[in-house]
Nanobody
Framework: QVQLVESGGGLVQAGGSLRLSCAAS????????MGWYRQAPGNQRELVAV???????NSADSVKGRFTISRDNSKNTMFLQMNSLKPEDTAVYYC?????????WGKGTQVTVSS
C-alpha cells in the first residue's frame, strides 16, 4: 500500500499563489506517474497536471502557464506551484500516483480562491 498526504491548500485572493505538496509513504518501490486532479462542487474530477518518473509533464489547458508540477524522487514528494490563481481554480485538489499498474489517491486538500 502507498499512502499519500496532500498539504498546502488554503484560502487565497485571485491573482495569488499557493504551493501544494504530496508526500508518498508506505510500500514504495517504483512509482511511475504522479499527478494532481481537482474536483469542484457539482463537477467531475479533472486532471490538472501529471509528471512521469523521468520528469516529463503535461497539464490541462486551463492551467498552462500558471501551474507547474514537479517532483523530488529522492523524497517521494510531488509539488504543484499555482500562480495567478482564479476563482474557477477553487476545488479540492487530489494527489495520485501509479505503481505497478495500481493507482493510489490522497484525501485531498481544499483550495479556495476568492474574487
Amino acid at each position: 500500500q502507498v499512502q499519500l498526504v496532500e498539504s498546502g491548500g488554503g484560502l487565497v485572493q485571485a491573482g495569488g499563489s499557493l504551493r501544494l505538496s504530496c508526500a508518498a509513504s508506505g510500500s514504495i518501490f517504483s512509482i511511475n506517474a504522479m499527478g494532481w486532479y481537482r474536483q469542484a462542487p457539482g463537477n467531475q474530477r479533472e486532471l490538472v497536471a501529471v509528471i512521469t518518473s523521468g520528469g516529463s509533464t503535461n497539464s490541462a489547458d486551463s492551467v498552462k502557464g500558471r501551474f507547474t508540477i514537479s517532483r523530488d524522487n529522492s523524497k517521494n514528494t510531488m509539488f504543484l506551484q499555482m500562480n495567478s490563481l482564479k476563482p474557477e481554480d477553487t476545488a479540492v485538489y487530489y494527489c495520485t500516483v501509479r505503481q505497478f499498474g495500481m493507482d493510489y489517491w490522497g484525501k485531498g486538500t481544499q483550495v479556495t480562491v476568492s474574487s
